[in-house]
């Protein structure tokens, strides 16, 4: 069980995290945001990579600070990371299974071997890193992570800049995860992780605003969302900005938007969606003027 107890970051006067509090089991959590949200923050607090200015992260009941006990037991992706070009894959996983004392060399060895098949680069594996599309990298750095068996993997935005094909893949390797550790994903985008995350956590400026499931989301949204039919030159005078959505019909430009009240006599009540809710959640929307 990975725990944040009134965990919290100040730089200077600015809260980059305000305290907070929650335990994650087993599973994949998703850490949802705007950019500047804090995702990195909290998720260096976690890893022990960053010192909080109050309170504390464990894992198990040990805390993240204790390095000689609990380094080894979580693993980190950051968002972006440097690699020897002129290392292979296998090389580098040798190298942190070294620095992760994870067993004797012929245990090093075999857990490599298992991690390149697990993140699906048994093909690449002896290549230099530096021929590595971004895909591979993200996929050897949780590989890295996963060295050393640990209970709980936090990934920062681990989709970001990636093909549809190789989003896929990694989604897949994470889920694959799920089972045995505790698995921290941040993103900005909520469909990147909405196929594998039943659980997310949502900030906004240093602030917890939600910790639930993910369909609950769409409640943020609830009563307020409304829809309608506009002309093209209806939508034209529109502020373009206050709409979720406009896609083009037969009949016209079908428009979405979140209001305290009906924006267009034409509008009517629809139920939104979990991408809307958390829209919702995240620009504090209120009402629109159209
Ligand atoms: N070392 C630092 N010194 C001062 N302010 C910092 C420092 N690191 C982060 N911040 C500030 O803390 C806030 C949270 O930053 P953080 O990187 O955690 O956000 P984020 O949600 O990960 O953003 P992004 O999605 O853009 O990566 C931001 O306003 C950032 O400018």
Redesign the pocket.
Known sequence: MLTADHLGKK?KQ?W?LEPLSFQLERGIYGLL?P????????MRLLAGLLAPTTGDASLHGITVRDVTRSRRRIGYVP?TFRLYPQLTAREWLLHAAKLKNAGTRMEQEAQVRTLIAAVHLEEKADHAVGSYSSGMIKRLGIAQALVGKPEAVIVD?PTAGLDPEERLRLRNVLAELAPSATVLL?T?VLSDIEAICGQVLV?RS?KLLYNGRLGGLASYAEGRLWQWEASEREWRAMAQERLLSARRTPDGILCRTIADYQPTPYAHAAAPTMEEGYLALITGSGEASL
Do not use: D, V
């Not at 950019?35 to 909290?42: C, D, E, H, M, Q």
């Open positions: 730089y600015y980059a945001g950019n500047g949200a804090g995702k990195s923050t909290l968002q935005e941040s900005h900030l240093g």
